[in-house]
DNA sequence: TCCATAATTCAATGATTCTTGAATTATAGG
DNA sequence: CCTATAATTCAAGAATCATTGAATTATGGA
């Protein structure tokens, strides 16, 4: 991921409703959600979802795909990961040390086997 | 970090000028620099770059101090630590696996076996 | 085919945000 | 005190982004 692309994801990442919309996909996994469920889950009008959902495309956030009459869709991951890294590969540029906490409280240990969709942090 | 301040450090980081100005200040570690040396690396105005280093200020992202004549800027590494960390957990939400690739490319690895941990950045 | 549903597109408006240059504040040196 | 330097503040205009509602496209079922 090169500078104008972690500033595009930041720019989508940077208006509320994106951001709660990116936070619900993550949630959602990969199934996704279809475009009305996501307008009625973030309480906005189905033309300014499609407004949004259509920025998180376009910055690489979401993926979108047509199942019947809906779209779903659903979190990229990998530019996600991307992110991170860029952050990372940032944060830590001559400096590793300073970043290396955020490795220790990150959440991403070994998941414990659950059933239940639960807060997997803390 | 909640929401609403990991929104404001995406807007902050949504600014071409202003991802260069962070990028810029991290790498220029601790000491940090002026706001005219700023400026010039920047290639923007006096008063455009003032603009710019109050918005990074104001989302936390750098941290300001008057030093004779000149007023040193220098990167909040705590905030971009937080930042990180905000975006694995939304990342890794129910799905840790999926963000696990990203701790292992990242550039904070094994951190050289120092004598002693300290920090470095007071 | 006709209708209902799901979603997007479009144009207009409103709201933020960026940039620019002039004026202002703060500090150091002669 | 006067001048030069470093930076910020302010107001105006330009540009970008967000919201709204009406019109449009696409799909599936009766």
Known sequence: ????????????????????????????????????AVAAEAEVSSSNVSFHLKELEHAGMIAARREARSIIYSADY???????????????????????????????APAPATTKRKRAYA
């Open 78 to 108: 990998d530019t996600l990961r991307d992110l991170i890294e860029f952050l990372m590969k940032d944060c830590c540029a001559g400096h590793p040390e300073i970043c290396t906490p955020a490795l220790a409280k990150s959440c991403c």
């Open 1 to 36: 991921m090169d500078e104008r692309q972690a500033q595009s994801a930041f720019a989508a990442l940077s208006q509320g409703t994106r951001l709660r919309i990116v936070r619900m996909l993550v949630k959602a996994g990969p199934e996704g959600m279809a475009a009305g």
